[in-house]
């Protein structure tokens, strides 16, 4: 699974008729240190998550897993919502 | 899944029997800036995209859910068609 | 799906048995521009690509499908020759 | 599979409840010359791997079956914790 | 698939039970010109490879279907040892 902090939501009428009523945010994949990595993704919610909070978020058929929807076009999750991260380098 | 802009499209005559009748489209990935990022990719619309606009795009497996075609070598697709994007940094 | 230069073969005699009989290539991907992209790959031929032809390629689960191969070890297949590629910038 | 190391754990009470029980740790990639590259990840333990430890991770389906939790959003499985790499350049 | 040299081996006694009997081995994935290319990737050995060889791997379900092991936690694997690249540019 991934790092993440949602900064974000996606609008969008026409879409696949199985993402209708998912929460699709934006993330903006992050390191341990919390530096902006990599290029944003659209994740479909699972557990609640709001702006600004940090996330785990899980890929290709985890993603599907995690929202539930086996036959859906979705490839990436949001899938916990994180409290805390213990570093010991 | 991901943000992208249709830029194109791809006519293949010579190819598998199962993309016969699927709209190719040329896609490049986009940040949420609308900048572009990675590499121009191949994608099957699914909902009817036109050029210009801005999509929202899934891979592997997702994207056969997408086209509702599992026996189909489709690894991307084009899911939604964006409206919006609210962002909160 | 990626776009890519067919640029070799590959020969190799000692190779998973469900590999035998498939025309390995090499494939140099490039972005829409027709400029090199990324790593060199080998995919399988599923189409009659030859040397120098621009070609579509899938890769994991659907380059097995495209190879009409579930149970081999392949996930990278050329699927379609592009005759054309239209860009609306 | 790849070579990392385990730098942390995280926390995360709000997530999805097929993750409850497990342990998420914090991996750092790692080249052959223990050189970190790319970014920090989020690995299900299924081994017993300590902070510091030397580890071999999955990714994908094969996280899952790692995890022997095939129904859960899991996608990267610490999969053996390295005890030697003889590299002969 | 993509283009490696096997250039060592990785000893874990404390692994995944399923796989346990197979060689780990060390890649360095290579493009055409035979340059690294990427990071060092562990991949479970199916056809013989010796240190310095150049072999072919792939990755993701694929990897299972090679190692006849669809219940390991395998997610790469050498597939083949390439005799011949034949390059036309």
Redo the contacts between chains.
């Keep these: ?3 993440g902090k949602v ?10 008729e ?2 209708v009523g998912t929460k ?1 945010m ?1 993330i903006q ?1 992050l ?2 240190e919390l530096k902006p ?7 479909v919610d ?3 998550a709001g ?2 909070e940090l996330v ?1 978020f ?9 929202a539930r929807k086996m ?7 949001i ?11």
Tied chains: 1, 2, 3, 4, 5.
């Design positions: 699974m991934y790092i900064i974000g939501t996606v609008v969008a009428t026409r879409k696949d199985k993402l699709l934006i994949p390191n341990m990595i990599g290029e944003h993704l659209i994740a699972t557990v609640g702006i600004g785990i899980a890929k290709g058929t985890a993603a599907r897993i995690a036959d859906s076009p979705i490839d990436i999750s899938v916990g919502i994180i409290d805390e991260m213990d570093v010991h380098e």
